[in-house]
């Protein structure tokens, strides 16, 4: 069963600097994808970035990237230079490919809430 | 842009009355999703449908079921409403577009805060 694990119930970061969010997925699918979703405190999911399986080369967007090790099973969302409006709940979510029994299937982690400090 | 609309953004309903949560998605997605939201629990998933009348459990089915009559529109019942099945309630849309488009993401409608007293 696919399963993703978010350790960090809560962080605090001085803005301008950077801050990790870690993410750690199990699956025994080879053929999966990784997704990071914002959502602040007006509860909407905003979809910030992802990352494939199969992709060579770490995801980029903006401030946001992602370092991902298969090996390790990890995602990590990296936001540089952070923002007061960076201040939220981020979730890491993974979806299975076709491979896997459950094509399209999304769960989701327990969430880091993040709090940027002037 | 992409609309995935929930039916109300708050409910609150007697213990034992049946729940009908609606979700509508104007993008044609094949994929639909229903979450919950509790603190500390992040969202799990309940159930998702892939196509008309196609289900699929998903983590927490249990005193849920859901109908997918219509591409457009995943409905989430709540047969038998209980005080632990207080809290809020996502509904998502995406393609499935696995092998040419790996990267689609999941729409999120604003989500239903449900109460059961």
């Known amino acids: 069963a696919q399963k993703i694990t978010q350790t960090q119930p809560g962080m605090f970061v001085q803005e301008k600097e950077a801050v990790t969010l870690d993410c750690t997925y199990d699956?025994?699918?080879?053929?999966?994808?990784l997704f990071w979703y914002k959502q602040p405190s007006s509860g909407e999911m905003i979809f910030l970035i992802y990352?494939?399986?199969?992709?060579?080369q770490n995801a980029t967007e903006g401030r946001y990237s992602l370092n991902f090790q298969k090996a390790r099973k990890s995602a990590n969302l990296v936001i540089s230079a952070s923002q007061l409006g960076d201040s939220a709940m981020y979730f890491c979510?993974?979806?299975?490919?076709?491979?896997?029994?459950?094509?399209?299937?999304?769960?989701f982690g327990t969430g880091t809430l993040l709090a940027v400090q002037p | 842009d992409v609309k995935v609309t929930q039916s109300s953004r708050y409910l609150v309903k007697r213990t034992g009355e049946k729940v009908f949560l609606e979700c509508v998605q104007d993008?044609?997605?094949?994929?639909m999703f229903w979450y919950r939201q509790d603190p500390g629990l992040g969202l799990r998933l309940i159930y998702f449908?892939?196509?008309?009348?196609?289900?699929e459990k998903g983590d927490i089915p249990e005193g849920y079921s859901v109908s997918r009559e219509k591409k457009e529109r995943f409905s989430l019942i709540l047969e038998s409403a209980s005080t632990n099945q207080t809290s809020m309630y996502l509904c998502a849309s995406s393609l499935d577009r696995a092998l040419t488009q790996p990267n689609t993401e999941a729409f999120f409608g604003q989500g239903t805060r449900l109460t059961v007293v």
């Open positions: 449908s892939y196509d008309v009348k196609m289900k």
């Open positions: 990352q494939g399986s199969y992709d060579q």
């Open positions: 993008m044609d997605h094949e994929n």
């Open positions: 979510a993974m979806r299975e490919g076709p491979s896997g029994g459950a094509t399209n299937k999304l769960i």
């Open positions: 699956t025994s699918d080879p053929s999966y994808g």
